[in-house]
Nanobody
């Protein structure tokens, strides 16, 4: 049974930074594409960033491009989301997800495994 556990969320002022981590257990996901999604209160879950199994390909939502960086050192099952220049509109629960495929995916239905989420709150 694959489990994804996110950590690193918290409260930060606008303009600040946070780094989210996602650790997989129960099975190696070294050949899986992985992604981050977020869901704000009253809104649908939305794509944030994705990375291929090798870490060689990435994709970002326009709203975070240039501010967020997704990475997976050594193509391992741990994925990070470095979030800089945070804005109040980045406030949401952030979810890590893993796909069965190896590439970059922006659609949530293409991901099989999901973490429980970590809260990120950006204050003004």
């Amino acid at each position: 049974q694959v489990q994804l556990v996110e950590s690193g969320g918290g409260l930060v002022q606008a303009g600040g930074s946070l780094r989210l981590s996602c650790v997989a257990s129960g099975s190696t996901l070294s050949e899986s594409g992985m992604g981050w999604f977020r869901q704000a209160p009253g809104k649908l879950r939305e794509f944030v960033a994705a990375i291929s199994w090798s870490g060689g390909s990435t994709n970002y939502a326009d709203s975070v491009k240039g501010r967020f960086t997704i990475s997976r050192p050594n193509a391992e099952s741990t994925v990070y989301l470095q979030m800089n220049s945070l804005k109040t509109e980045d406030t949401a629960v952030y979810y890590c997800a893993a796909a069965l495929g190896a590439y970059v995916y922006t659609e949530s239905y293409l991901y099989t495994y999901w973490g429980q989420g970590t809260q990120v709150t950006v204050s003004s």
